[in-house]
């Protein structure tokens, strides 16, 4: 609860929890994501009002509707309990942290009971009427996931990011 507070008091206008096991730490991700009466995140948000001052009916009154909340699906319990995960009210997106998931089911990402897992989660997040997606851009295309994918974390940008060439934060060689 803490994590969710201060970063949607800083303005954030989304949020991704890693290692969501089941439907009540889902049903955590989504209530304290939101404003009474659907959520239990306090007023608070002064920083973020602030931010979005030009939101049109302001940022209290409308950010349950425009606040995106995705959980990742990274253990074999929590492939096991996605039917209950992805029905959870309040998330908008179900995604798999793809290197954590091989690692804690022990299967690599090519190996077929690893992609029965993706299976698993991609069906019950469809059922749920949810988007579902992946920690990696892999999947995006040449898999028969690909057309199911609709989120990505660490996809490719296309707002003009770039890792710098140079200094902190450049990409290794």
Known sequence: EANIQKATDLGVLGIIVPTVDDALEARDTARFSRY??????SSGAGTAAGFWTAVPGGYRQTINDNFLT????E???SIINADEIANTF???VV????SDLSQFSGWSQTDERYLQLLTIS????LKAGKY???AGQQYLTGTPFSPDTR??????SHDGFAFPQRGRGAAEA
Request: net charge positive; hydrophobic share 35%.
């Open 70 to 73: 995705v959980v990742m699906l």
């Open 75 to 77: 253990t074999l319990e």
């Open 90 to 92: 309040g998330l908008d």
């Open 95 to 98: 995604i798999q942290g793809n």
């Open 151 to 156: 989120f990505v974390q660490n996809g490719p």
């Open 132 to 134: 579902w997606g992946n």
């Open 122 to 125: 991609r069906n019950a997040t």
């Open 36 to 41: 009474p009466p659907f959520g239990r995140r």
